[in-house]
């Protein structure tokens, strides 16, 4: 077994930044690491918390939510929401023995390509140093 | 009957033929006609009219709905479902030839043995006319063996009429049709009103006469107070039940009204015996 | 049937002679005792009053898969299997009682064959009451501190040693197996001396002579709100109730692998019965705590002739508001049935 | 101080008004350390109540536990006034139902008891066994005096009360209408010290605590039921459309259910401590939302269940709120 652990990230994308940024980040032709399942949402503050813990309980090794910068959100207000709720989350998932690694948000406008190329290597390393997510994945227990 | 050895265990059906009774959109009625995949089941498939089957749809879950063909229509199963909830819902995703369970026969039936020589008064409203179906056509399949039929049906509009074109087939036989809608239509030649007050101006004579009730719930309490009125016993008087069930054979609880379980003891119920429990109308 | 003797430091090599069955005892974690399968003999514990989880789970796991598929398939695939003869080692009389009314219940018209395969399957070696606990009544209820009824052994801890007395020829042929010393009359005279101290420690009873066909004409009564309005509609007395045997089930996906199955579901939640419509038959908590107790003491009765109790007490042990079912019962008793509304 | 007769004169004053439906208290148990929550409807029940270091529940549960049927045809709705007695822990609990508007002020009455510790009864166990006639407690000093089958037996008060009380920063009810006795002087303070305790292990030594505590759940929802902040019509958890957790019992979804759990108490917790009274298996779920409380604190400077006009922790942003994660 000498393949080396690639891990599945998702990324909740905000419509309005995030998402163009990776779309900036794909018609500049940066090449970022292609472990990350995109889900455009309308914006960060629409992510409920209970998303990423969906996702990692479904499979994914890592969850990242990126929105716009604080002050810049389409909706004025939504992302310093998601962030109270982020930051949260991500004490509750570490208390309860998630490695903190898997659990990231970032803020990249529409205009940072190379960010948000940046932001998923970086997600991606963390989780693979991480390793599988193994806590509370479902796996066919007691089938 | 079913899997002897495991009644939790599902036929697999295809789905022969569909078509929706009532407009499509939310809480719209659709007919399935299913066969089984495994031919063999007939040999022991027996169910009389009343009967239920859990129908479901792997991957989502099953739902307790009546058997809506009678064992005189052979080769096929019909089940008219509307659309509620999550398995409806997904059940109604699905088209001819795709594939869908049933588990089934369960419950009781109509005791049509022992109305033989009697006639019979069916009053329906809604989708609660599919446990009736069964009935009426058992009974015009063995015509010399029972009285005079009689259907009264109602809905809220002549649209939501659920097996429309077969009332025109029962007048044409011969079969006193009376239908309802709740609210004035244009070029509507019915009656117009509640099903209670359609019984009323029917008013089928109690003598030696059997009346089979279903719909909601409203429906079936002034249809009973009606039919009281007009001089039915309470034992000739026969609705079906419906609670929230899980498994169909008598082992899950939920279905529990007073010691019966709707899905074991019933779904078919005399309103003499309903009379005694008090939950059967909560 | 056979009277046997081991020494309680043996323990480990008793156990560990059941090579042909798939032992379970009670364990503890932390202070919460619940039957497990035997992996290491010193984790057995033997001194508790009553599980916290009844061993019902042994029979009825909390969730268990009744058959696999694949997801747009058309082939299903049953998980009834032939598990390996099963030993439950220390099962409380009340609660190998209950396992016999349940059967009524899981062999009703529809024989249920997932419980029915691990019944069949399952040898019980009883272990008698020498503490009861402050909430036991199952003297009340057809039961008894050393009750033999539907056990395979009984066992007496007598201090030092313990008196295996068997009742079946499964009992006696595990504890063959086991390789006990023949027991004597001393052990049978202490036996009797720990049943008849037993059954002294019993403080709580009730007198069930008329509750059966009282209940229902107690519907429509107020004294159930006594107990309903301080009612959490939590699950904590019918899930560690070891004759309540409600489930729930559901399909579960995972890729293209799926499974219908089914897990303990109670009457007191307020999701529990209700319709696809949005209407509740049981919209409040008066009338689940009415059915939770009707069903126990009057509707089951109707149907199967037992009370589905056994006076293990746990409801009351473990009920967060205290509402005592002994409690119940008796203001029942005492309620007047008003006349018929005229 | 504690005077039961004062007590009930109170509660029969409030419960006699035209305008007050029903009356929530503690009553004496059936048994052993036990008491009960009561629903009083009449001043002919009043003789019932009690106040003692059993009285552990909290009477803010039962608010919002009554179920709202809607009202028949051609009858008015029954707007009268729901009194209820509170602890000072209890207090908070109606605090927060008030910040999330779950009713109006105008609707309860609140009568405040000051409380100086109940007994943790599994401590209690533990020291006395159980009886099964009840038991009576009072209060002497630093010291329990107990009165078990007309015996009377005596503990320090220290090993006897329960966790929540040697921490307690309100002894004294936040909102009230009416205070049945003088306020009591505070005794204890907060510092996280187990949180921070817990916070030394390493994730995987986390992990394998969780893992042991969750698998022992049987989602009893107990501690969901018992929560006076859990009053959702419909919980998440039990949701089919969309399904957030699976209703089978397995250490994923049992970790699943318990994080939603604390997710949606954190910032909201008023550390009643009673879900982890309640549990039949001994989970010690206060661990997870006392970890959320202290870090709402540290990170947001907010304090559920305190300031009647706060706004809730999560329906509210400030721009400097931190963000030392976020890349």
Same mark, same amino acid.
């Given at each position: 077994m000498s393949e080396e652990f690639e891990p599945n990230i998702v990324a909740f994308l905000c419509n309005w930044c995030s998402y163009a940024g990776a779309d900036l980040a794909g018609t500049s032709r940066m090449r970022y690491l292609p472990n990350i399942k995109i889900i455009r949402v309308m914006c960060s503050g629409r992510v409920n918390p209970l998303f990423m813990v969906n996702a990692l309980q479904q499979g994914a090794d890592g969850v990242l939510i990126s929105g716009c910068h604080p002050g810049d959100c389409h909706y004025l207000e939504g992302n310093f929401y998601a962030r109270r709720r982020f930051m949260l989350m991500r004490k509750l998932l570490e208390h309860v023995g998630v490695d903190p690694g898997r659990v990231n948000m970032s803020w990249v406008s529409a205009s940072e390509g190379a960010k948000f190329k940046e932001v998923i290597d970086e997600t991606v390393a963390k989780a693979k140093e991480a390793g599988p997510m193994e806590q509370f994945r479902r796996r066919q227990i007691n089938w | 009957m079913m899997d002897e050895s495991n009644p939790y265990l599902p036929y697999i059906v295809r789905i022969e033929e569909t078509w929706y009774e009532t407009p499509v959109g939310d809480r719209a009625v659709k007919t399935f006609k299913v066969n089984f995949v495994d031919d063999k089941v007939w040999d022991t498939w027996k169910h009389r009219p009343g009967n239920c089957a859990m129908v479901g749809r792997l991957g989502v879950g099953e739902s307790m709905f009546c058997i809506s063909s009678s064992p005189t229509e052979e080769g096929y199963l019909r089940f008219?479902?509307?659309?509620?909830?999550?398995?409806?819902?997904?059940?109604?995703?699905?088209?001819?030839?795709?594939?869908?369970?049933?588990?089934?026969?369960?419950?009781?039936?109509?005791?049509?043995?022992?109305?033989?020589?009697?006639?019979?008064?069916?009053?329906?409203?809604?989708?609660?006319?599919?446990?009736?179906?069964?009935? =009426?056509? &058992? #009974?015009?399949? *063995?015509? @010399? $063996?029972? +009285?005079?039929?009689?259907?009264?049906?109602?809905?809220?509009?002549?649209?939501?009429?659920?097996?429309?074109?077969?009332?025109?087939?029962?007048?044409?036989?011969?079969?006193?049709?009376?239908?309802?809608?709740?609210?004035?239509?244009?070029?509507?030649?019915?009656?117009?009103?509640?099903?209670?007050?359609?019984?009323?101006?029917?008013?089928?004579?109690?003598?030696?006469?059997?009346?089979?009730?279903?719909?909601?719930?409203?429906? =079936?309490? &002034? #249809?009973?107070? *009606?039919? @009281? $009125?007009? +001089?039915?016993?309470?034992?000739?008087?026969?609705?079906?039940?419906?609670?929230?069930?899980?498994?169909?054979?008598?082992?899950?609880?939920?279905?529990?009204?007073?010691?019966?379980?709707?899905?074991?003891?019933?779904?078919?119920?005399?309103?003499?015996?309903?009379?005694?429990?008090?939950?059967?109308?909560? | 049937m056979g009277d046997y003797k081991f020494a309680k430091d043996k323990l480990a090599e008793v156990i560990g002679a059941l090579k042909d069955y798939q032992v379970f005892a009670p364990t503890a974690v932390g202070d919460v005792v619940r039957f497990k399968e035997v992996e290491d003999a010193s984790a057995i514990k033997l001194d508790y009053a009553n599980s916290n989880v009844p061993p019902k789970e042994l029979m009825f796991p909390e969730t268990e898969t009744l058959f696999k598929y694949r997801v747009g398939g058309a082939d299903i695939e049953s998980a009834v299997t032939e598990p390996k003869p099963r030993l439950v080692f220390g099962i409380r009389p009340c609660d190998a009682l209950a396992y016999t009314i349940v059967d009524k219940l899981y062999n009703w018209d529809f024989p249920d064959p997932y419980y029915q395969e691990r019944r069949d399957g399952s040898v019980l070696f009883g272990m008698a009451c020498a503490e009861p606990a402050a909430n036991c009544f199952c003297t009340s209820m057809g039961g008894g501190p050393a009750s033999e009824k539907g056990l395979d052994a009984l066992m007496f801890d007598l201090g030092e040693t313990v008196y295996v007395k068997t009742l079946t020829d499964k009992g006696d042929k595990a504890a063959k197996a086991m390789g006990l010393d023949a027991a004597g009359d001393a052990e049978k005279k202490a036996a009797e001396a720990v049943e008849k101290d037993a059954l002294a420690k019993i403080k709580r009873s009730l007198d069930t002579e008329g509750i059966p066909e009282k209940l229902p004409s107690l519907y429509d009564h107020p004294f159930w709100e006594q107990f309903s309005d301080r009612c959490l509609s939590c699950g904590i007395c019918t899930f560690l109730c070891p004759t309540c045997h409600c489930f729930d089930i559901q399909d579960e996906q995972e890729g293209f692998d799926g499974r219908r199955a089914r897990m303990w579901d109670t009457c007191m939640f307020s999701e529990y019965t209700v319709h696809t419509s949005g209407h509740n038959p049981r919209p409040t908590r008066k009338e689940r705590t009415r059915n939770r107790i009707s069903h126990k003491y009057s509707y089951f009765p109707e149907k199967f002739d037992v009370i589905a109790c056994v006076g293990c007490g746990r409801c009351i042990n473990y009920c967060p508001v205290n509402i005592d079912i002994l409690d119940i019962l008796e203001k029942s008793k005492q309620a007047e049935v008003k006349e018929a509304k005229a | 101080m504690v005077d039961e007769n004062k007590l009930r004169e109170k509660a029969k004053e409030v419960i006699a008004r035209d305008d007050v439906r029903r009356l929530i208290g503690w009553k004496r148990g059936t048994y052993g350390f036990e008491s009960a929550p009561i629903v009083l409807t009449d001043a002919s029940e009043v003789d019932q109540l009690i106040f003692?270091?059993?009285?552990?529940?909290?009477?803010?549960?039962?608010?919002?536990?009554?179920?709202?049927?809607?009202?028949?045809?051609?009858?008015?709705?029954?707007?009268?006034?729901?009194?209820?007695?509170?602890?000072?822990?209890?207090?908070?609990?109606?605090?927060?139902?008030?910040?999330?508007?779950?009713?109006?002020?105008?609707?309860?009455?609140?009568?405040?008891?000051?409380?100086?510790?109940?007994?943790?009864?599994?401590?209690?166990?533990?020291?006395?066994?159980?009886?099964?006639?009840?038991?009576?407690?009072?209060?002497?000093?630093?010291?329990?005096?107990?009165?078990?089958?007309?015996?009377?037996?005596?503990?320090?008060?220290?090993?006897?009360?329960?966790?929540?009380?040697?921490?307690?920063?309100?002894?004294?009810?936040?909102?009230?209408?009416?205070?049945?006795?003088?306020?009591?002087?505070?005794?204890?303070?907060?510092?996280?010290?187990?949180?921070?305790?817990f916070e030394k292990m390493s994730p995987e030594e986390k992990w394998k605590f969780w893992d042991e505590q969750f698998s022992k759940c049987i989602r009893c929802y107990s501690c969901r039921n018992v929560c006076p902040m859990c009053y959702c019509v419909e919980c998440v958890v039990q949701k089919l459309k969309p399904q957030w957790t699976r209703r089978s019992t397995d250490i994923s979804e049992n970790s699943v259910y318990h994080i939603q759990r604390a997710w949606h108490l954190s910032g909201r917790c008023i550390e009643c401590g009673e879900c982890e009274r309640v549990c039949p298996v001994d989970i010690p779920i206060t661990k997870l939302n006392r970890k959320m409380t202290r870090d709402v604190m540290a990170m947001f400077e907010y304090e559920p269940g305190v300031d009647v006009e706060a706004e809730p922790l999560l329906a509210c942003y400030n721009p400097q709120d931190p963000e030392e994660y976020i890349m």
């Open positions: - | 008219s479902i509307m659309e509620a909830g999550k398995v409806t819902r997904a059940l109604h995703e699905l088209e001819a030839g795709e594939m869908m369970t049933v588990r089934g026969p369960l419950g009781n039936s109509f005791p049509m043995e022992e109305w033989e020589g009697k006639n019979i008064v069916s009053i329906g409203g809604g989708i609660g006319q599919a446990p009736l179906r069964p009935v =009426i056509n &058992f #009974v015009r399949a *063995n015509k @010399e $063996k029972y +009285g005079d039929l009689k259907v009264l049906y109602g809905a809220r509009t002549s649209d939501l009429h659920c097996f429309k074109g077969e009332f025109d087939e029962y007048r044409e036989e011969g079969t006193a049709c009376h239908l309802a809608i709740d609210v004035e239509e244009k070029d509507w030649p019915h009656f117009v009103g509640f099903v209670p007050d359609l019984l009323m101006k029917v008013a089928p004579t109690p003598e030696n006469t059997i009346a089979v009730t279903c719909g909601p719930p409203i429906l =079936i309490k &002034f #249809v009973t107070q *009606n039919l @009281e $009125k007009l +001089g039915f016993t309470p034992e000739q008087i026969y609705t079906t039940l419906e609670e929230r069930m899980k498994c169909g054979i008598g082992k899950c609880g939920r279905c529990n009204v007073g010691s019966l379980y709707v899905c074991k003891d019933g779904p078919v119920f005399s309103y003499a015996t309903l009379k005694t429990i008090p939950e059967a109308f909560a | - | 003692d270091p059993t009285c552990v529940q909290n009477p803010a549960s039962f608010v919002s536990l009554e179920e709202k049927l809607p009202v028949p045809r051609g009858q008015e709705p029954d707007t009268r006034k729901v009194a209820v007695l509170v602890k000072g822990c209890d207090s908070r609990a109606i605090v927060q139902q008030l910040v999330e508007k779950a009713y109006d002020r105008d609707k309860i009455v609140v009568l405040g008891v000051p409380c100086t510790g109940v007994v943790d009864r599994r401590k209690a166990q533990k020291m006395f066994g159980v009886t099964s006639a009840p038991v009576e407690i009072k209060e002497e000093g630093d010291k329990y005096v107990l009165t078990i089958d007309g015996e009377t037996k005596e503990a320090p008060k220290k090993e006897l009360v329960a966790d929540k009380c040697l921490r307690c920063r309100f002894p004294n009810p936040l909102v009230y209408d009416e205070l049945v006795w003088d306020e009591v002087a505070k005794w204890a303070d907060d510092d996280f010290a187990d949180v921070d305790e």
